[in-house]
């Protein structure tokens, strides 16, 4: 396995929104992402859906973080649901379009998976597009694998992450 840059995540906040609000200008980001609005949606939208049914699951919590690089500069915005399947949660991501291909996506989703506030989660999650190759390699070198290689109804591919808390 290649040598992985090193990341920090802090949580999201109105202060870092500009420098990832940013890469959501890039086309690829807004096909699979939606546009620049959609971090700062995540911003108003925190704590919003605890408690309710989502797909038959409950929300107990959600966490937003921002990966920063040894520099303390944002490299990546990651966070997600935790319901109370598992625990299980139902993760998003994107990396920084200038740091593609450097490792940066692998590294947040393992510095994620490692973050004391999902010290209970069994189970992680992430629906890509099968077109998303790049987000496919990502979740696979962070050791996903996908619950079906076909799509969904909606057209997305789940990749899953058990973890057995027990070796922990």
Known sequence: MRHLPHVTLVPFT????????????????????GGPDWPAQCLR???????????GRRVLRDHTWVALDV?????????????????????????DPARWRQGYGTAALLAM???PDLADVVVFKAGIEPENVASTRCVTGAGFRPDDPEPDFEGIVHHRLRRDLRAS
């Open 45 to 55: 939208m925190r704590g919003q859906g605890i408690g309710e049914i989502f797909r």
């Open 113 to 115: 998976m490692e973050h």
């Open 71 to 95: 520099g303390r500069r944002p490299v990546a915005l990651i966070g997600g649901d935790v319901y109370d399947s598992g625990p299980e949660l139902g993760f998003a991501y994107v990396v």
């Open 14 to 33: 109105e202060e870092l929104l500009p420098a990832v609000q940013v890469w959501f200008e890039h086309a690829e980001v807004q096909r699979w992402l």
